[in-house]
């Protein structure tokens, strides 16, 4: 393949998820571990929920033939023969004749057919009194009503939200086969790079992008490997690679341009094929796809705001579906603040600060970290155009991370 033959955003965001798999193999966990977790195969509810048939009210149960006549014109009293609160099992018959007291997920008592509200009747000493009359079945959930035995509760490659997780637990469910979470390496390369916490030389620039892609990976529901920094050269990058082998994806940030001490396209081309170099984009023209055995490997910017805007609009989108989630926000308009010029035959990605309807450009280049940070959103500016004027009307997506 040509070195830094450009490809379209579109076919590079494409090849990602074309490339980058669900992974096959599953694991058992504890259903109160689960959130955010993929199943891995549909899970049929084992009961009927709720299994018994129980008050939706406060109230009374009785015979619907009791009450039939009952109105405020033609009261009819009942002789109250129990009470039952929630958790307890009924001790009475409900009779011609007779009521029970049910509290708000009581289960019903045998012969019980409807539930009364409290509102709608008057208590004396051993009787109510009803001025209303009730249809069969009324304010009961029946055994079944919410969810039938059998019935799927959770389907293939859901995502376990916590309304799942809390379906689960109401039928009895405690573990859950999940798909395995999706592993990720992160190298970064670079002499002039280390590691928060070390020193820092005259000229060195602490690592952001590693934290930045880990932080951002875990939120998508990847397990995160980081392998540390590799240096400016062939051997040292390629020492990376051997040990992110066996990850589903990779992930290196900087030495993916055409700089003499640009190794990354060396070091991969020796241990797998490169598929894209070269995206008409602004930033990330230099971005890279390649496969490394079972491994999808994308080489990124260096610079910080390049790294994380081509994560965000290149990566994020293609692998988000993996794990069920939205790579970002549907796009919306907005007016531009200001005039920009722009590069034709380059789709460039511009951050935004919002303000009402308007788009206000930050103008501070590719290294400087802080424009991204300012940034609510991220422009996109077409590859057919050389300018937008102010007024103009630009497709924003909002980020908030």
Known sequence: MKYLRLSGYEEARDAIARLVA??????????????DRIAARDVPAPIDLPH???SQMDGYAVK????????EARPVTLTIIGHIDAGVVPGVTIKPGACA????????????????????????????????SAAPGQHVMAPGFDIKRGDIAVRTYDRLTPRL?????????????VVRRPRVAIVSTGDE???????????????ANAAYLEARLTQLGWHVARLGIAADTSASIGEKLDEAQGADLVLLSAGVSKGRRDHVVDALSKRGEIHIHGVAIKPGKPTLVGTMGTSVVIGLPGHPTSCAVIFTMLVAPAIAAITRRTGHKSPKS??????????????????????GSSAVPIFRGS??????????????????????????????YEVDD
């Open 367 to 396: 290294g400087a970290l802080s424009s991204f940070l300012e940034a609510d959103g991220i422009a996109l500016i077409p590859s057919s155009v050389e300018y937008l004027d102010e007024g103009d009307d630009v497709l924003v």
């Open 52 to 54: 018994y048939p129980k």
């Open 64 to 71: 619907v033939d009791d009450v039939a006549e009952a109105s």
């Open 334 to 355: 907005y007016k531009l603040k200001t005039r920009i010029t722009a590069t034709r035959g380059r789709l460039q990605f511009l951050p935004v600060r919002l303000e």
């Open 101 to 132: 007291y049910v509290a708000t997920g009581a289960a019903l008592p045998a012969g019980a057919e409807a539930v009364v509200m409290l509102e709608d009747a008057d208590l004396s000493e051993s009787d109510v009194v009803f001025r209303r």
């Open 193 to 207: 790079v280390v590691t928060p916490g070390q020193a820092l030389g005259p000229v060195s620039t602490y690592d």
């Open 22 to 35: 669900m992974p096959q193999e599953t694991e058992q966990v504890p259903v109160d571990e689960a959130v």
């Open 165 to 177: 997780i809390g379906v689960l637990s109401a039928l009895g469910i405690d573990h859950i086969e």
